[in-house]
């Protein structure tokens, strides 16, 4: 298998967690710059985005939690979904939307620069961010010490990445029940080398 991804890319690094938490621990990795046009990742995926996995047998898996839904069909155990699936996906859904509204506030950067953060789109973003943080922190189960749930990675992901591109936000609410998970998550060596970093 072969693995593309980037170092920052909360998306890849959720592929690369659960991939090591299913005891895929010896893929091949390609690191690309995703908005370089890479002519290998494009071959392959024609969004050229991170995370694309590529089976043994060629197929070419986009998205992060297609992987983890492959995974759990191909792996079934252990199982990222914990005992109450629906709790956790749920959970892991308010986790993406914390995710998505940090890389689309980048994207809006890279097209309007920082004044896209005051404008009405912008401050959407912020609000998903600043909510979802808060209802994450409101609604956690403190993970055990077995493989960490599909919820537990992505909120441990989503606020992990938030941290680290708005290092000087004044605006990222107290979260201390979140923090003691992203604690505890940093025991884990698929969550510690994955850590972001430029
Ligand atoms: N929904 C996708 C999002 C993947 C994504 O947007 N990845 C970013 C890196 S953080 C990327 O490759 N961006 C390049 C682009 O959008 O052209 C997932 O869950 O995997």
Known sequence: MKLFINTTSPYARIARIALWEKGFRDIETRIVDPWGDDADLLAVNPAAR????VTDDGQA????LLIVLWLEAVRPEPTLLGGDAARGVARAG???GVIDAAVHTLIGRKIAGLSFDGSPVGLRRQRSMIEGLKRLDAD???PGDGTPTLAAITAAVALDYVQFRFPQAGWIPPVPRLERLQQRMRTRPSVEQTRPHA
């Open 61 to 64: 898996l986009a998205e992060s």
């Open 140 to 142: 956690l189960s403190e």
């Open 50 to 53: 991170v995370p694309t996995l």
């Open 94 to 96: 308010t986790a993406m």
